[in-house]
Nanobody, 121 residues
C-alpha cells in the first residue's frame, strides 16, 4: 500500500514564502510523474504543476515564476516551494502521483490528504 503524506502547510502573510512537501510511503520500486493541485472550497481542484522523474517541471500560468516544484527520487518526496504568495493562493494543496510501482501492483492517480495554505492580506 502506498500513502502520500503532505506537510508544511500553514498561515503566512502576503508576499511571504512557504514550502510544502509530500512523501510517498510504502515499499516502492518507482514513481512516475508527481505534482501538486490545489482546491478552494466550492471550486474545482486545479493543477499547480507537475514534475517528471527526470525533473522536468511544468506550471500553471497562475503560479509560473513564483512556485517551484522539485523532487528527491531517493526519498520518494516532492516539494512545492511557494514564493511571493498572494491571498488568492489560499487553498488546500494536494500531492499527486501519476503512477507508482510496488512489489505487488502498479497504482495510478494516487492522492494525498491535502495541506491547507492560508495567505493573509
Amino acid at each position: 500500500q502506498v500513502e502520500l503524506v503532505e506537510s508544511g502547510g500553514g498561515f503566512v502573510q502576503d508576499g511571504e514564502s512557504l514550502t510544502v512537501s509530500c512523501v510517498a510511503s510504502g515499499v516502492i520500486y518507482s514513481i512516475g510523474a508527481m505534482g501538486w493541485y490545489r482546491q478552494v472550497p466550492g471550486k474545482q481542484r486545479e493543477l499547480v504543476g507537475t514534475i517528471t522523474g527526470g525533473h522536468s517541471a511544468d506550471y500553471a500560468d497562475a503560479v509560473k515564476g513564483r512556485f517551484t516544484i522539485s523532487r528527491d527520487n531517493a526519498k520518494n518526496t516532492v516539494y512545492l516551494q511557494m514564493n511571493s504568495l498572494k491571498p488568492e493562493d489560499t487553498a488546500v494543496y494536494y500531492c499527486y502521483v501519476e503512477s507508482v510501482i510496488t512489489p505487488r501492483e502498479r497504482l495510478r492517480d494516487v492522492w494525498g490528504q491535502g495541506t491547507l495554505v492560508t495567505v493573509s492580506s
